[in-house]
C-alpha cells in the first residue's frame, strides 16, 4: 500500500515568493495535518483538514493556508515567503479525524523548503 | 517554556545496550502519549502509543508514562545500529487533534 506522498521533495524558492505544497493521504484516510519541521526541532502543527473542513489550525501567521479536495489531497500555500519559512513541511494523514490509538498519524517524507 | 521538554542528545551507545529516553511535560492534561522515530531525511513513523501510566511493551521497545510526574520514557534494549535515528515524543489532549511534540533525541548506536 502506498504511504503519504508529498510533492516536491525539495523546493527552493526567493523571499517574497509564494509556495504550493501537496500531499496525497493514505488510501481510506479523511483526516490530512500538516506540520512544520525547523531542522533541530520537533513538528510544530500547522493545519488539520478533516472531510473537507478545517478542524485545527496552530499559531501560524495568515500567510499560511490550506485547503482539502474532494479526494482528500491536500495543499498547503505560504505567501509572502520569510527566510525562517525554511524547513521540511510534513503532511500526515489518519482515519479519523482525532490522533487516537485507533487513528494514528502517519507521515509523509515531507517537503524540504529553502528560501534564499 | 516550552509544554514538552526533551534532551537534544546527540547520544551515543555500543550495540547492545539498554537505551533511555525520556520528555518531561508541563499541560497535565495530555492524555494521549507516542513515541516516534525519524530517520534522516524521513518522515517520523509511530513506535509506541499510550494512553495511561504504567509501562507497554512491544518487541525490544518500552513506553513508560508517569502522569504524576509528567514524565514519559521510552527503552530500547538489545539496541542496533538499525536503531540509530531521532526520536521523538509526542501527545495530545484527549479532545484536541494536533500533536504536540518534543524536540527529538538524536540516537547512535555504535557496531
Known amino acids: 500500500d502506498a504511504g503519504v506522498t508529498q510533492s516536491p521533495t525539495h523546493l527552493i524558492k526567493t523571499r517574497g515568493q509564494h509556495v504550493t505544497l501537496r500531499c496525497s493521504p493514505i488510501s481510506g484516510h479523511k483526516s490530512v495535518s500538516w506540520y512544520q519541521q525547523v531542522l533541530g526541532q520537533g513538528p510544530q502543527f500547522i493545519f488539520q483538514y478533516y472531510e473537507k473542513e478545517e478542524r485545527g489550525r496552530g499559531n501560524f501567521p495568515d500567510r499560511f493556508s490550506a485547503r482539502q479536495f474532494p479526494n482528500y489531497s491536500s495543499e498547503l500555500n505560504v505567501n509572502a515567503l520569510l527566510l525562517g519559512d525554511s524547513a521540511l513541511y510534513l503532511c500526515a494523514s489518519s482515519l479519523g479525524s482525532t490522533g487516537t490509538y485507533n487513528s494514528p498519524l502517519h507521515f509523509g517524507n515531507g517537503t524540504r523548503l529553502t528560501v534564499t | 517554556q516550552k509544554e514538552v521538554e526533551q534532551d537534544p542528545g546527540p547520544l551515543s551507545v555500543p550495540e547492545g545496550a539498554i537505551v533511555s529516553l525520556n520528555c518531561t511535560y508541563s499541560n497535565s492534561a495530555f492524555q494521549y502519549f507516542m513515541w516516534y522515530r525519524q530517520y534522516s531525511r524521513k518522515g517520523p513513523e509511530l513506535l509506541m502509543y499510550?494512553?495511561?501510566?504504567g509501562n507497554k511493551e512491544d518487541g525490544r521497545f518500552t513506553a513508560q508514562v508517569d502522569k504524576s510526574s509528567k514524565y514519559i520514557s521510552l527503552f530500547i534494549r538489545d539496541s542496533q545500529p538499525s536503531d540509530s535515528a531521532t526520536y521523538l515524543c509526542?501527545?495530545?489532549?484527549?479532545?484536541?487533534?494536533?500533536?504536540?511534540f518534543g524536540s527529538g533525541t538524536q540516537l547512535t548506536v555504535l557496531p
Open positions: 499510550t494512553y495511561s501510566s
Open positions: 509526542a501527545m495530545t489532549l484527549g479532545s484536541a487533534r494536533q500533536l504536540t
